[in-house]
Nanobody
Framework: QVQLVESGGGLVQAGGSLRLSCAAS????????MGWFRQAPGKEREFVAA????????YYADFVKGRFIISRDNAKNTVYLQMNALKPEDTAVYYC?????????????????WGQGTQVTVSS
């Protein structure tokens, strides 16, 4: 089992920045890919970004390219999502996910482990 705990969410004005963290514990050696998803009220969970642990390969949703950066810290078993130039439409609960696959999947059902989510609210 892998446990994921997100942190770093909060309230920020449009144009501001936040950094989300996802700390992994447990059988972390089985993780190859970690991803960030988000879910706004009344909407489906959508892909934001993913990173492959061994070669730091990354993939982003089009709507965050140039604004968000995903990174990881091996020593801390932690993945980060640096979010810049935030917009009100970025408001959502952000979830961290992990899987043993080597593919940078973009659909939620491809990920085995999930965190509890952290709320991000961007005011206009």
């Amino acid at each position: 089992q892998v446990q994921l705990v997100e942190s770093g969410g909060g309230l920020v004005q449009a144009g501001g920045s936040l950094r989300l963290s996802c700390a992994a514990s447990g059988r972390t050696f089985s993780m190859n890919v970690m991803g960030w998803f988000r879910q706004a009220p009344g909407k489906e969970r959508e892909f934001v970004a993913a990173i492959r642990w061994r070669d730091i390969g990354t993939y982003y949703a089009d709507f965050v390219k140039g604004r968000f950066i995903i990174s990881r810290d091996n020593a801390k078993n932690t993945v980060y999502l640096q979010m810049n130039a935030l917009k009100p439409e970025d408001t959502a609960v952000y979830y961290c996910a992990a899987d043993s696959s080597l593919v940078l999947h973009t659909t939620p059902n491809e990920y085995t482990y999930w965190g509890q989510g952290t709320q991000v609210t961007v005011s206009s």
